[in-house]
């Protein structure tokens, strides 16, 4: 069977390794809280001490962290992957890095003789649990045709966007424009709520017309019921926006929009609601606290 080492076993990377060791991988696994690998472990998977460690033996490997600085760590710090990672390793690396980032943990690994491919997803938790998630990947042609079965494993769909960076540019992208919907989202229900329209009949309308999306028929009933569980994070939003305004500005092309978006998401995390949905952005937009049951 084969082999795959497993970074980071948060909300999403859990649901992707199970689906993994349900394809018949063996997972060799690593998370800095070690109680996120139960489950894992439940179903056969090897608990490791570091990432390090889960390299051993494995013919690929799997990442999904926070961010730039936990993917440096588990990639290229003192005890990272890239450290024991046998040549002819395939990296896929699904967490929402920036371009920058991907280039540089790229280069590292081809120094190793190992293949990096930036591969973030689009999807979220019932995505991820159900094999449904989209991978937009940047690096090696050939890295991408070897990682297929990992793909076909935990996604309905995979896409190479070019080369290293490429796919983390797109989800940046993707991304951006989920948090500038879910901030139009939070505004738009303000005024359903203050015209006394009934938010379901609203949803109902809106969805069936041009601006209908998977996201807005999530995000809309959220808001209405004041349910701000967390499928994504608002300070990861707002993680990502900041990182593709810094691409803006690499590219040096303007994205003022994104930069209002950013300036609100910005300040619903520093009012502590960075640990709720995206969607709690409106309670920044209204003036409104959290429910206590959040």
């Known amino acids: 069977m084969t082999t795959v080492a497993f970074l980071g076993l948060g909300a999403m990377g859990s649901r992707m390794a199970l689906n993994l060791i349900a394809a018949g991988f063996t997972l060799r696994v690593f998370n800095r809280d070690r109680a996120k690998t139960q489950a894992a472990q439940a179903h056969g998977a090897t608990v490791c001490a570091s990432p390090a460690e889960a390299a051993s033996g494995a013919e690929f490997a799997v990442s999904i962290v926070a961010d730039d600085e936990a993917t440096r760590a588990v990639m290229l710090g003192e005890s990272g992957l890239l450290g024991a990672a046998a040549p002819g390793t395939v990296i896929v690396d699904s967490s929402t890095n920036t371009p920058a980032l991907a280039r540089e943990v790229a280069r590292a690994a081809a120094a190793r003789g190992c293949t990096y491919l930036d591969a973030p997803v689009s999807g979220s938790l019932a995505?991820?649990?159900?094999?449904?998630?989209?991978?937009?990947?940047?690096?090696?042609?050939?890295?991408?045709?070897?990682?297929?079965?990992?793909?076909?494993?935990?996604?309905?769909?995979?896409?190479?966007?070019?080369?290293?960076?490429?796919?983390?540019?797109?989800?940046?992208?993707?991304?951006?424009?989920?948090?500038?919907?879910?901030?139009?989202?939070?505004?738009?229900?303000?005024?359903?709520?203050?015209?006394?329209?009934?938010?379901?009949?609203?949803?109902?309308?809106?969805?069936?017309?041009?601006?209908?999306?998977?996201?807005?028929k999530t995000k809309l009933p959220k808001i209405f019921k004041r349910d701000f569980v967390p499928q994504f994070q608002l300070e990861l939003l707002d993680k990502d926006l900041r990182y593709f305004l810094a691409l803006a500005g690499d590219l040096d092309r303007p994205a003022p929009i994104a930069a209002l978006v950013r300036s609100q998401t910005q300040a619903a995390r520093r009012a502590e609601l960075g640990k709720l949905d995206a969607c709690a952005v409106f309670l920044r937009v209204a003036g409104e606290t959290p429910p206590r049951k959040v």
Request: some cysteine.
């Open 127 to 216: 995505q991820a649990q159900g094999k449904e998630l989209v991978f937009m990947v940047g690096g090696e042609a050939a890295a991408f045709d070897k990682a297929q079965p990992l793909f076909a494993a935990m996604g309905r769909m995979c896409r190479r966007m070019g080369d290293s960076g490429a796919g983390a540019t797109i989800k940046l992208i993707n991304n951006m424009l989920a948090g500038i919907s879910t901030a139009a989202y939070a505004e738009a229900a303000q005024i359903v709520e203050a015209a006394g329209i009934d938010g379901g009949a609203a949803l109902e309308m809106l969805a069936e017309g041009a601006v209908g999306s998977r996201l807005m």
